[in-house]
């Protein structure tokens, strides 16, 4: 039985993004807010705060926790997002990447620059992310995605805080457009997401997303898929997020057949 719509799906290959209106149920989504908790009171090695001392409010990243907290592993491979994913993606067979925990506190100051998610990554090839929040999220608050921008090219990523090229050389990529000081000019897709809701992006889909001056949190659990064209490719630096010694154990172009990228769909 097919989750998605092929109304959704056409509309996903078009603009490399779509919204999937209640992805989680209610316990699954009590399960994500539980996890996202353990996380927070016991960060992983790669967990980092992306916003700088003087904000008001603070934002929190964690990532490839699946493995250690059992509900974000439950949730990124027997929850409906495998399934959604690799009909989305027009896949017959789907991996778990990695999961990424994103928290925004209220009052948080902190934007989220626009950015490609490919160019970060050690991978080439197609695939999907399920950004789920477990809180409501205003459209003012909620992340803003580029309809189109999936086709490419690949724009050059820099640290978010000070802008550095840490991963490709100066003037190897072209460098992103500055949407916001023209954003009319831009198919700017943003939502209104409800606890459970999924907005689910191509990874070179370009996204940001605004601070959050509002009272309440922005707590987000991001799923990140794979293709079954995928295949690994080993980068000179540190990718994000990392996975120390994988180079050791699969090489250039190799299929992701590892422990770390479970098959999820189909199950």
């Not at 067979?93 to 925004?104: G, S, T």
């Not at 064209?229 to 180079?247: K, N």
Request: charged share 25%; net charge negative.
């Amino acid at each position: 039985m097919t989750l998605v719509d092929p109304g959704l799906v056409e509309a996903y290959q078009r603009d490399g993004v779509v919204v999937v209106r209640g992805l989680l149920d209610p316990d699954e989504i009590e399960w994500a807010r539980e996890a996202i908790e353990v996380v927070l009171d016991a960060p992983g090695p790669l967990a980092q705060v992306a916003s700088g001392a003087d904000d008001p409010g603070s934002f929190i990243e964690d990532f490839r926790r699946w493995q250690d907290v059992p509900a974000i592993g439950d949730l990124a491979l027997h929850s409906a997002a495998g399934q959604v994913a690799a009909e989305l993606l027009q896949s017959p067979r789907v991996r778990l990447f990695h999961d990424h925990v994103l928290v925004k506190e209220g009052g948080t100051a902190q934007r989220t620059p626009w950015h490609q998610d490919q160019p970060y990554y050690n991978v080439e090839g197609r695939g999907v992310s399920a950004w789920i929040p477990v809180d409501p999220v205003p459209e003012a608050g909620c992340l803003e995605l580029v309809a189109g921008t999936h086709r490419g090219p690949w724009l050059m990523p820099r640290t978010f805080l000070d802008g550095e090229a840490k991963w490709f050389p100066e003037g190897s990529l072209v460098e992103m457009p500055d949407i916001e000081a023209g954003r009319d000019a831009f198919d700017i897709r943003r939502y209104e997401p409800a606890p459970g809701d999924a907005i689910f992006f191509d990874f070179l889909t370009v996204h940001g997303a605004p601070g959050f001056p509002f009272a309440g949190r922005r707590r987000v659990l991001s799923l990140r898929y794979l293709s079954d064209e995928a295949r690994h490719a080993p980068r000179r630096w540190r990718t994000s997020p990392e996975f120390d010694g994988l180079v050791d154990e699969l090489p250039d172009g190799a299929e992701l057949d590892h422990p770390l990228f479970p098959v999820v769909w189909p199950g």
